[in-house]
């Protein structure tokens, strides 16, 4: 499948919107202690810098050094340094080790940052390059930042939960349910039958979202809204964490393994449950969409309340149609919200929502040519798919065809669930 | 899904059948010294005597228990140290300990089996309880005992492999291919369309295999047999173990964590290959379908062959009304053979074929009721599909509409691939 | 240190030695099934044909390879199978993968264990080698297999307790002790100074015995008896399995991360101490000796009883000239006694004694020459020295001057501890 | 044993001493970025800001506490944070996520440092408590602090080593030996006899150095220096890293799991060997002693050269009464120099000396009473001592009885080695 690009791209508009996503990019970051931008609590949760540094990479290496012939690379060991995983293009940094690196400095990778930027903004204003040539791979790091944005707030979030000082990165009020709000869900049904799925190449889509192709769905219902704290809490009051019968197998060794019996970033202080965000401790909201649990949890727990997950089928079949808007990075909670309203007007934001499909190509994909076909092919094995953004994804970065994925035991992510059954 | 069952049935034609099964498990362990029953060389390759006790206590917990309340248990403890992974019924012996059992002795569990029999037997012939009861749990108790036929010999072929001795099985010609054979092979295409897939409940299946469902398949060719240990070769020599850009990133982690060049088995002598078969070892026939390789390497070499591999609907749909001949445990080869014709006339048997599908639950279907819906369903996680049955299962074992699942890094089994592509 | 040897053979006197020491072997395996042959419950416990073959392989390789220049090996792969860790010899098969080899069976083993004999015999009556030159390696491999007569019951003895099927061994009646038996201890006091420990070459000795060699030792005092069931629960009750300070570090991580409350083998059932022996399930005996602890739980008894373990040279120094006498494998009861009497003239057998000294080289020791000095020397580092033998040790192995070591955490032998203080 | 402490303190001169050890901290991270106090590249290389804290915890809870009842801690959650063993006085936090903590930013520690400065110093002027009271830990506290001013520099190599950037600590000009010296070492014999070790109790040490005592040493040579560099290529070159006979077991088996070939620090660039050090990467010099190997290497070597390790006995009988003057932390280098000289009179700093002694406790010895208890005596297993202090060890931190204990296997340290050999 060629990826799909947007026509008629003049070099200011383009060079715009780059600007505004390395400026949000800079807006998260404000908040930081020199010392944040180092630490790496655990391998999936990378440092600050390394953020920083690699998202601009990514820019120094799939555009600028095939378009523009007199670019000197700032310094060429970053190559090695801030390759995430792209195995044909040179010998990555061992992920785990990243936390391992105070050099270069915060300093240094601001600046590294700022000479590349003014090396594509060059690349996009002098015309000796076509842009249509360009737009493809600077398109795709843009929304390559937007992805390590939303990775940035669940690996700071990550790193500063493992400190008992429990660092706060905004203090940010929560949102407040009205207090009359009614928190039951509705069911809505929909036909199935032969319906379609996937992106049609229409603007820009990531290589794993296409093609646009045609599938079969049985009738079938889902929840007006996530599954909530007090409905988890319910579970996990009726046993949920120790009744084998709820799990699958690898799901149930996990549990007994970690010693899991919450979510992640719960706690429980004199018989009360609390949970770190990014602003700190805070009593558990009962309203609020549940997150920081797994596929495991969540399959576990769609069992016990005799439902299941939806399929990304049945999700996207769903809400394709539905306005994007709703609680993200841009509304700056960086929490998912106790939401008033519910239903299928919001379901986007707030929790990516896990569904019971595996991450494996459509029919007919084929991933990106060279070196950026590893961005996605690569990793559809062992992980499951999840829908609909969260509250520190970026707004612009989603879509109703967004494959998000992650390995079925992953918590880190502000991941939920929305409840399914059939007709 | 109820589970479906043949109507019909006489206790005498039930009996029959029960014991021409038992009596196969005996033919095959016949060349066998009492130690070999006792080593567990992997936590994967379970000893035989474990297989011999474990089958039988199927019966006990699922058959006798339930159905024959006067039935007094051979040893009480056995309960605990022949449950395989039934949580709902007990606590299972650790899987990776079932090698540090010497008692009860070889001569033990054969008198174990014989008691249970003894009382299976009686249950079927006294008619105090109606058959109709006692058939569904009983019948799946046969075909259980049948899928641990097929293990007993993969455990044991690997049990043999760690052994310098390199002990045989049993002393087997391999079938020769005519000299003049034809080796290429053909691709047949496949409409595709609205199609269905999935058991329709007439006579037996496993839970998993239902319900009947539709589906939308884009038309596709299938290769008209296995890839071939020559296919597979010129893969290796053309560098596929060492080049990342033919793996899944979880794969390339295996490949250098093992060190895996070749598949399983495959050792190089002087610049030949050969391969330990359970009649010792032998030099690699290149017309055989390839085995012993893990859903990566089959998935390597599809994306080498600038092919892929048949989502299990595509292999369903495609094969569902061949005729179930071929290459079984019954043929007695007990390893996979150079075929002389080919086609689509012969795709049982041989070597269980990796699809791309992730084994997951078909829609509507639900899992057997109490603990024997732990059989299937909860394994519904990381694995892959394979299809169609190899040299060492059992031929009334075997359906269309049959899914075996491994992890994807497994090669202890008799698996290969079949190359497709869409049209 | 030249080892030394005993002087004035003739052949047959050697042969009657070494088929003495061979029927011994085989009065301790007279009890097993085949199955129990095969098994290997951990890495340190080998399986008992490993044993039968391991110790026949050393005086094929070190006796009968060397001497015997028409001797043909029975087996030429067992010489890789069956060498322990001779590296200088060839490369010993995988220590923790000897419970993987169903081959060659427990006949063979028994046919290659006669056919070796043979080879001796008439090595030793055929008068072409001279005795003086066979003598030396033919005297270590006895003792060799003696120490292995010990490793035998130790190792059955693990591998029989993972087993929830608990097999006796033997049915041995403990010794009771007398009634009004006088539990209590006496300290006996040592003067020290220029003292001389070590072997002084008159006899048989292990090369890590000597050479005999001066050190000064501070006046100490000497528990007539080892610490027994009865004050180990004491300190168990005491919480000492919980307090810190009574652990070294290494000890105090092991003990979490093993969850041990108790020594190996003990269970509680119902408030009431068990512990599995070669019997099976006794309750525990206060008045025995405390077995199956390892060096951090003496070295954390002596510190919570506000004394200290007694150096090897202590320990030496005090009981070099005490009657070798007392509880060992050919008193048959496989397990630590009550002692009606106590005292320095007992010290020999029940339990080895884990003393305060780590196990290094004597000053001036010299390895024997060749692959023999592998025997002893490369393991001085990590581990410590036990003395006195124990209740499955033959009489006729220890000594002295005898030195045994094991890690610091090792529980499988019969090991206990003696209480020491200064003076 | 009760610890030694100087008589006749005043508090100025106290105060001097404390001063000027805490500002030579200072000079120490006087080069540093903010990001490199920050991370830990093992479990064994804290973070500087961990060091800095940790020490400063040290005065607060060993000084301030028990002595200056108004004193309220900087931040009561630091008691937790940086406790580095102590258990019997909290909760350590986990030694290998030291590096997983941002804050207390590295100015917050600074800030720590001067309040707990400011009330150590309150304490010492004001009278309030006698001098004689404080002392004992303060003083304890002083050397603490230079074994971290060490650990300091040796963890902070291992940081920036793991950095392909490759980061200089400071630019220092190697010493140059003489181009015409004489590099050959002479054998330097000692009498020993009935002799005594061990700290007599005037004058500061730790508690693991006395009593003093006798012990009886045969006669026996020292190298009148360590070996060099030059030295050492000579057994890699003989293929000392792959001859098994040279090599302890344990030490084999770490030799093939790490796959060592050479010290910590040296990589082999176009057949030339260079080693990193805290002024970059340079060509390794032949005549410097070589360092930052394991005690299995400083042994193997030691076997391979047909000579031994001493005891530490032997060390101090032989080096007590030398002046200790060298290449210690003052000099600046950071490194091991080439001297000019050699001989016993500059036995110390340079290198670590690994001798052939486990760290156990010597005769009569006692830890000191309470939490100080756990800074030496709980790692007496499993370590061996090294003697003489290194190029980064502080001078007046040094003394003939200093004994240094690491694990075996243990590279990251300035460890070395000096032959020895009997008479």
């Known amino acids: 499948m060629p990826i ?9 508009s383009i060079l715009s919107r780059f600007s505004e996503v390395r400026r949000f990019t800079e807006y998260l970051m404000e908040p930081l202690e020199i010392e944040d931008y180092v630490v790496q609590a655990s391998p999936d949760a990378s440092p600050m810098k390394w953020h920083l540094a690699h998202t601009t990479w990514f820019f120094e290496r799939f555009v600028l050094t095939p378009f523009s012939p007199a670019y000197r690379p700032y310094d060429p060991r970053f190559d090695h340094l801030f390759n995430s995983y792209y195995e044909t293009v040179g010998k990555p940094f061992p992920r785990s080790a990243r936390g391992w690196l105070s050099r270069p400095t915060v300093k240094e990778i601001w600046g590294y940052r700022q000479y590349v930027e003014e090396h594509v903004e060059k690349l996009l204003l002098d015309n000796s390059t076509p842009l249509h040539s360009v737009w493809p791979a600077l398109e795709i790091g843009i929304h390559h930042e937007q992805q390590h944005q939303e990775l940035m707030l669940t690996d700071l979030k990550y790193n500063f939960y493992v400190n008992p000082l429990e660092p706060v990165y905004r203090e940010c009020a929560s949102r407040q349910a009205r207090p009359n709000t009614n928190n039951s869900f509705e069911w809505e049904t929909f036909d199935g039958g032969l319906v379609e799925i996937g992106h049609d190449g229409q603007g ?16 079938y219902r889902l929840a007006s809204r996530p599954v909530t704290n007090g409905e988890f809490l319910a579970f996990m009051e009726d046993g949920g964490y120790h009744e ?10 996990t549990v007994r393994r970690e010693g899991w019996r919450a979510p992640l970033y719960w706690e429980q202080i004199d018989g ?14 009962e309203r609020e969409p549940v997150t920081h649990i797994s596929f495991y949890e969540a399959d576990a727990y769609a069992r016990w309340a005799e439902k299941r997950l939806p399929t990304e089928a049945e999700w996207e079949n769903a809400f394709a149609s539905c306005k994007i808007k709703g609680n993200f990075a841009e509304t700056r909670y960086y929490h998912p919200c106790a939401d008033e309203t519910g239903g299928v007007e919001s379901v986007y934001g707030d929790v990516w929502e896990w569904t019971a499909s595996p991450y494996v190509p459509y029919p007919g994909n084929t991933p990106l040519e060279g070196a950026l076909g590893e961005y996605n092919a690569k990793f559809m094995a062992n992980q499951m798919v999840l829908r609909g953004g969260s509250c520190v994804t970026p707004a612009s970065h989603i879509r109703p065809t967004y494959r998000n994925f992650f390995q079925p035991d992953k918590r880190w992510q502000f991941s939920g669930l929305r409840l399914a059954e059939g007709c």
């Open 204 to 219: 820009f889509a990531f290589d794993n979202e296409g093609p646009r192709h045609k599938l079969w769905l049985e009738p």
């Open 4 to 12: 799909s690009t947007e026509t008629q791209h003049d070099g200011l």
């Open 244 to 253: 084998v019968s709820y799990w699958l197998s690898d799901g149930w060794t």
């Open 272 to 285: 009360e449950w609390y949970y770190f965000t990014l602003s700190g401790m805070r009593a558990v909201d």
